[in-house]
T-cell receptor, first 118, second 108 residues
Framework: GAVVSQHPSWVICKSGTSVKIECRSL??????MFWYRQFPKQSLMLMAT?????????EQGVEKDKFLINHASLTLSTLTVTSAHPEDSSFYIC??????????????FGSGTRLTVV | GIQVEQSPPDLILQEGANSTLRCNFS?????LQWFHQNPWGQLINLFY???GTKQNGRLSATTVATERYSLLYISSSQTTDSGVYFC??????????FGKGTKLTVNP
């Protein structure tokens, strides 16, 4: 089945630095990937839709200059948290959409990245 | 946008018990998936089920699209079933919208 790899699994960074998170589709091509953020004991909130070869589409309230998304190939999307601050600490999860044969489009998730900004 | 409501928010079971989790959605859907989020945060796809009934071992799911709800059944629960169960839907766009989840605790 479809596999999505996300790295790193966890990262600790100093306030003011930038952190890059990678999301790869391992056995399929993903023209569209999605980035979510999850706070403790809450649900997943969609941050942006990443489209291969074009600009990402951000959800309302998400700062595009702080959360830079690049989808340069059909198997890789990256999320860069720029000038990170403690309030950016969270669990970030990526997802890729794939056509699951006759059933339609399904969504597979990476294992997530736990970001702690100190 | 579409609203997704899950119930109950919390569920505590003894090992071996059965349970039913519910997902209500406010509009017609193109896609509905049930996920299990384990304690490490990994989201595992359980079912792709915009309509109909499916079974996989001790788990089964039913979606009644015309009445806008889906049910996830867990039989003979095990401690490894603990975690958060999410229902997520796609309606009219490619965005997957999540409910708030049901936190399941299975005690030995």
């Amino acid at each position: 089945g479809a596999v999505v790899s996300q790295h790193p699994s966890w990262v600790i960074c100093k306030s003011g630095t930038s952190v890059k998170i990678e999301c790869r589709s391992l056995d399929f091509q993903a023209t569209t990937m999605f980035w979510y953020r999850q706070f403790p004991k809450q649900s997943l909130m969609l941050m942006a839709t990443s489209n291969e070869g074009s600009k990402a589409t951000y959800e309302q309230g998400v700062e595009k200059d702080k959360f830079l998304i690049n989808h340069a190939s059909l198997t890789l999307s990256t999320l860069t948290v720029t000038s990170a601050h403690p309030e950016d600490s969270s669990f970030y999860i990526c997802s890729a959409r794939d056509y699951w044969g006759g059933v339609g489009y399904g969504y597979t998730f990476g294992s997530g990245t736990r970001l702690t900004v100190v | 946008g579409i609203q997704v409501e899950q119930s109950p928010p919390d569920l505590i079971l003894q090992e071996g018990a059965n349970s039913t989790l519910r997902c209500n959605f406010s509009d017609s859907v193109n896609n509905l998936q049930w996920f299990h989020q384990n304690p490490w945060g990994q989201l595992i796809n359980l079912f792709y089920i915009p309509s109909g009934t499916k079974q996989n071992g001790r788990l089964s799911a039913t979606t009644v699209a015309t009445e806008r709800y889906s049910l996830l059944y867990i039989s003979s629960s095990q401690t490894t079933d603990s975690g958060v169960y999410f229902c997520a839907v796609v309606s009219g766009s490619e965005k997957l919208v999540f409910g708030k989840g049901t936190k399941l605790t299975v005690n030995p």
